[in-house]
């Protein structure tokens, strides 16, 4: 048995007719006919159906064929036919044709599969595709079972052809693609970092990187001038669905550019990598302030595929008599809106006003929402009568309103809280509304983000602290001139998803260590986590700045699917957890040992230990039950008579063990065996100390992916 002339199922045609071929892959399906057996072949390629029958195969591999199940690993020889007119399936690409099998030899038998895998039918017309519901967990277990759909070995091949244009563009561009430390040293980047002990230097640790930040701007500072690389970056972050702790990114940075250079290079890469999945995104890409996105949509990563977009009403508001809209403005908020254009029949008063204001809009932070039905004689609502004839007037026209528009208003003296719970309200309704069009893909800049952000303490850095700011002369302890600064960053948003973003670098050090001071950062603190490279700024920094692409959220993107889970071979699952590795997992203790992490704790105190030194207290810690002065002296009492009574039987005992009674098994919880509804629900008083309550159940927080 040889392989080296062995052919790809997927790519036998019409023309192979009358030709011998080696063929090897997995029985992805068998139909059994009586002294005729067909299955399908399957490799990577694609798949050709073979025929085993006692005149051309012989009895001998008819036998052995009859013993083939499900994911059997074969090795077939045998000739290409056309089949006869009328048994074509078109459901796969070689679908003509199929190969009369002469020799047989099974290379590997497979066990009971723990899900289908097959996803073709072999009758033209009827469909294989899996009809039951695999739980993800299980489908991760067996990765290597999943991974042989398909489907999935498609979504990886794409994966593959993308980022191969990305290095084929990136090269015509004169980049180098350039690898950086996978173990470095913890920085401050945002996330919190996977830390890695070291053996050779006891109770100090490596990082694995969040990004290769530092490292591609020492890059630009030894003259590399375009570098790229592909790249797994790593965040201890909060568990989120879509998330994960490992993680691709293109990662790019260039010397001797400016913001114009990274919007043109990354458009024309971005058009060629949506290419791969068959779509072509419209040039120029439009931009939009940070300011402009967050007045508008609420988000700064705005999804523009449909309209909704804010209109601020606050100054029609401004002599308004309606006590909460003047209560709210006294305050110095503001009043923002949407038109839900010809939703009013859709979007009933018992909708907005019993789901949306009293329970949806309160999820998203605000306090209440403020709706209006636009009719034939103006607005209709439970407030309208509230309002002037004026701010009538001034809304149906602020808002462009017709007759069959809902007005939905949110107001809140904070100008953050409005635009974010705006913005979720806009999705939200858009997304149950059937608002958003489908295979639509709008790619736009956002530009002009702030670059500090308050903070309990003072500020934080809105992207990074290596931003270069719009201006250079600001006071780095005046915290109300720094959230006034702009930062030259740039997102690439699409469809809602921040698809990456980049700034233009500080590589002047007196301006680095500014940004520092305007962050509290010390000296000391400057100098351990970033001395080695504000050395480097002293050398003759150029000019430099980059982007970062999510590989994984761009992909998925391209291929539609509704995970990135879907476009990575070996992903961690919802929790962070591996279910085919179990990882992450305890290890031995001598490799902790060996690690110096025993004992690396030294002398701390442990929690709770300053309590347990009191018998009280330490009653009181491990119950979670606070004593205060006045049940001190019963508990202690109490402790001292139970005490007494332990010396009384150790006593009476002396070395003979204390006799036990078992009491008889009985139901300690309610009389009887059958099952009756408890008086106080049927009273209601079950439910008087639920923190909410629902048509007759507990309310409880809704839990959404």
């Not at 009586?34 to 399908?40: A, N, P, T």
């Not at 960053?489 to 500014?514: C, P």
């Not at 060996?594 to 002398?603: P, S, V």
């Amino acid at each position: 048995m040889t392989f080296h002339d062995r052919l790809h199922c997927g790519l036998l045609s019409p023309s192979d007719a009358g030709k011998e071929v080696v063929l090897a892959g997995w029985v992805d399906a068998l139909r059994d006919h009586g002294e005729v057996l067909f299955i399908h072949l399957r490799d990577r390629s694609g798949i050709v159906q073979i025929v085993f029958s006692p005149e051309s195969s012989g009895e001998e591999v008819c036998v052995l064929a009859g013993g083939l199940k499900s994911e059997y690993c074969v090795h077939i020889k045998g000739r290409v036919v056309k089949r006869v007119e009328g048994t074509e399936n078109p459901g796969i690409t070689t679908g003509g044709i199929e190969v009369v099998a002469e020799e047989l030899t099974i290379l590997s038998k497979a066990g009971t599969l723990p899900f289908q895998i097959s996803e073709k039918s072999m009758v033209a017309g009827a469909s294989a595709k899996r009809d039951e519901a695999v739980a993800e967990d299980l489908r991760l277990q067996y990765r290597y079972l999943d991974l042989r759909r398909p489907t999935m070995q498609g979504h990886l091949i794409k994966r593959h052809r993308v980022i191969k244009t990305v290095r084929d563009f990136l090269d015509e561009q004169g980049f180098i693609e350039v690898e950086t430390p996978m173990l470095t040293k913890s920085t401050p980047e945002g996330a919190r970092d996977y830390l890695v002990p070291s053996r050779h230097y006891p109770k100090n640790f490596y990082a694995l990187p969040q990004s290769p930040q530092l490292f591609k701007q020492l890059l630009m500072v030894s003259g590399m001038e375009r570098y790229f690389q592909i790249v797994r970056c790593f965040r201890d972050e909060d568990l989120r669905p879509n998330r994960q702790p490992e993680f691709t990114q293109l990662d790019l940075e260039a010397s001797f550019i400016d913001e114009e250079f990274i919007y043109a290079l990354f458009e024309e890469l971005s058009v060629r990598m949506f290419r791969i999945g068959g779509i072509e995104l419209p040039r120029p890409y439009p931009r939009m302030t940070w300011l402009d996105a967050m007045n508008s949509t609420g988000s700064d990563r705005p999804d523009v595929r449909f309209g909704m977009t804010f209109k601020d009403a606050t100054d029609i508001f401004a002599g308004t008599s309606y006590s909460i809209f003047k209560q709210i403005l006294g305050r110095g908020g503001c009043i923002k809106g949407i038109n839900v254009k010809g939703q009013s029949e859709r979007l009933s008063k018992n909708v907005l006003q019993n789901e949306y204001a009293k329970e949806i809009v309160p999820g998203f932070g605000a306090k209440g929402m403020t709706w209006m039905r636009v009719v034939e004689n103006g607005l209709e609502s439970n407030i309208v009568q509230f309002f002037s004839d004026f701010e009538r007037q001034e809304i149906l026209s602020r808002f462009e309103a017709e007759k069959g528009d809902v007005i939905l208003m949110i107001a809140d003296p904070s100008w953050s809280l409005v635009c974010s719970a705006l913005g979720q309200l806009r999705l939200h309704l858009a997304d149950r509304l059937g608002l958003i069009p489908e295979d639509l893909f709008c790619p736009l800049w956002v530009t002009d983000f702030p670059l500090f952000e308050a903070a309990e303490h003072g500020v934080t850095s809105s992207h990074h602290p290596f931003t270069m700011p719009d201006r250079t002369d600001f006071d780095p302890e005046n915290i109300e001139e720094l959230l006034s600064l702009k930062s030259r960053a740039y997102d690439l948003v699409m469809n809602g998803e921040e698809l990456g973003g980049g700034s233009i670098r500080i590589n002047d050090r007196t301006l680095q260590n500014r940004i520092f001071k305007a962050l509290g950062l010390s000296d000391t603190d400057v100098e351990e986590k970033f001395g080695f490279f504000l050395k480097a700024l002293e050398y003759g920094a150029p000019p430099h700045g980059g982007i970062a692409l999510g590989v994984d959220r761009v992909v998925a993107m391209i291929l539609g699917t509704s995970s990135i889970r879907e476009v990575i071979a070996f992903p961690k699952n919802r929790s962070a957890f591996c279910p085919l590795t179990e990882a992450p997992s305890a290890v031995a203790a001598s490799q902790l040992a060996e690690l110096g992490l025993l004992d690396l704790g030294g002398a701390q105190t442990l929690p709770g230990t300053t309590e347990q030194q009191d018998l009280i207290d330490s009653l009181s810690w491990v119950s979670r039950i606070a004593l205060n002065d006045a049940e001190r002296p019963a508990i202690t009492a109490a402790v001292a008579d139970a005490r007494a009574l332990a010396d009384l039987v150790k006593n009476k005992c002396g070395d003979h063990e204390p006799m036990f009674s078992v009491v008889t098994v009985a139901n300690r919880t309610r009389e009887g065996t059958a099952p009756r509804v408890s008086a106080f629900a049927e009273t209601g008083e079950i439910f008087k100390n639920a923190p909410a309550e629902k048509g007759g159940y507990f309310k409880v927080a809704g839990i959404l992916e």
